[in-house]
């Protein structure tokens, strides 16, 4: 009995492949272990959007085959694609996969584990450059097809990646390069999995992709972001539909209109910012400009107006000044965001702006990501004080270890984290009463339904 173990870096995506690996290799037979320990095989599902990322990558590697010099690692994901041999030189990593031939990691290690004669953890993994398997991501079929969700690796909320790849070309972004370009799961199957999963018990359902909103132009006939949602709601019984980050263009006025109507839509949009400064978002090569962002945090407030909305900034861009850091630092204060992802600029190699002049001292970056986060966790703290008094509907989540065993975790559809001083399933639905805030989370005391108008409740 061959057992293996999934370390996910990386976003929504990246863990959907990640789950979908694991369920291919439940069907060959191999049982998923608690944890790296207890496993012949680490698959490290990486990411390599930030430098940041990558060490983190290379640190589990090393703890891990410390710790466990026989289990066999194989490194897959997005720096794995971009910097292969880096990775094979890694004492420890048996093998290197690339997002080009990530679907075949099941039979590479049904055929690794019969070669070793797995379960061998005792034996101690002897030191190489591990093979290599990887190619062109610019080769893979434009055709993105199933499996590609995840529900074995969240047990309440999967995640269903319906979109990869993206044919923009940000000048600081290196995931075009090691994910390819942009395919679309078929709407048929988008659907069916979807109905798949409302009939395994999920409540709530995720859509991801590397850039959502431009779903189905690849397609043909082509099919828009707008049409697809609507055949869901239309068409399957899902109950709640998330959506995960989407680009500001993308979310047009009709998008805002469905979520608005709809109370099986999430209201919830992370929409990456990146800068409020029109220069550096034009080196940036972002296809907008503030007051065009401006416009949709307007519209979505109108329509929307205890909606969350999130934000990736990045700060320290090459040749940002002051001036335009506190440009963005401004647009974000005015504005009614309740949280923030901010990213520290990296250096990707490949990239355009690699390339360009002004790179900023990594102490002045730090001390601007410092204010750019204490602003976001103010406008956090803000958001959530707004909801005491108000009606929340939640949908129960597993309690971890770490939890009180007598407060059941929940999360509302704008996003926000709720403590319910009961025991509860997890998976269920509830309207609570927010009472108070309680650090990063809520206090939400259970009601009647039949108590709460519908409009009350997100």
Known sequence: MTTFYIEQFGCRATQADGAAIERQLRAQGCVAAGGADSADFVVLNTCTVTAAADAQARDAIRKIHAAHPGTRIIVTGCYAQRAPEEIAALPGVTQVVGNSHKPEIPSLLKTIAAATGAPAREDPVPYHAAPILTGDIFGVSNVLVAPVLGGEGNHTRPTLKIQDG????????????????????????????????????????????????????????????????????????????????????????????????????????????????????????????????????????EALPHAGIGADVITGFPGETEEEHATTVRFIAERPFTYL???????????????????????????????????????????????????????????????????????????????????????????????????????????????VPVEATL
């Open 341 to 451: 992802h901010v990213f520290s600029y990296s250096l990707r190699p490949g990239t355009r702006a690699a390339a360009l002049s002004g790179h900023l001292p990594g102490g002045a970056i730090k001390r601007r990501a410092r204010e750019l986060r204490a602003l976001g966790d103010a406008k956090a703290a803000q958001f959530r004080s707004s909801q005491i008094g108000r009606s929340l509907r939640v949908l129960t989540l597993h309690r971890d270890l770490k939890d009180d065993p007598a407060q059941t975790p929940a999360l509302s559809g704008n996003y926000l984290s709720v403590r319910i001083p009961e025991v509860l399933p997890h998976n269920q639905w509830r309207t609570v009463s927010v009472t108070q805030v309680d650090g990063k989370e809520l206090l939400g005391m259970p009601i009647k339904t039949w108590l």
């Open 166 to 301: 993206c044919n923009s070309r940000c000048s600081f972004c290196v995931i075009p390069f090691v994910r390819g370009k942009s395919r679309s799961l078929p709407v048929a199957t988008v659907l069916a999995e979807i109905q798949r999963l409302v009939d395994s018990g999920f409540r709530e359902i995720v859509l991801s992709g590397i850039n959502l909103g431009t779903y189905g132009r690849d397609l043909t006939p082509r099919v828009e972001f707008l049409h697809l949602l609507r055949r869901i709601l239309d068409e399957t019984g899902v109950e709640r539909l998330r959506i995960s980050s989407i680009e500001p263009l993308d979310v047009t006025q009709d998008l805002i209109e469905l979520f608005a109507q709809n109370e099986r839509i999430a209201p919830h949009f992370h929409m990456p910012l990146q800068s409020a400064s029109n220069r550096v978002l034009a080196a940036m090569h972002r296809w907008y400009r503030a007051e065009h962002y401006a416009r949709r945090v307007e519209l979505i407030y």
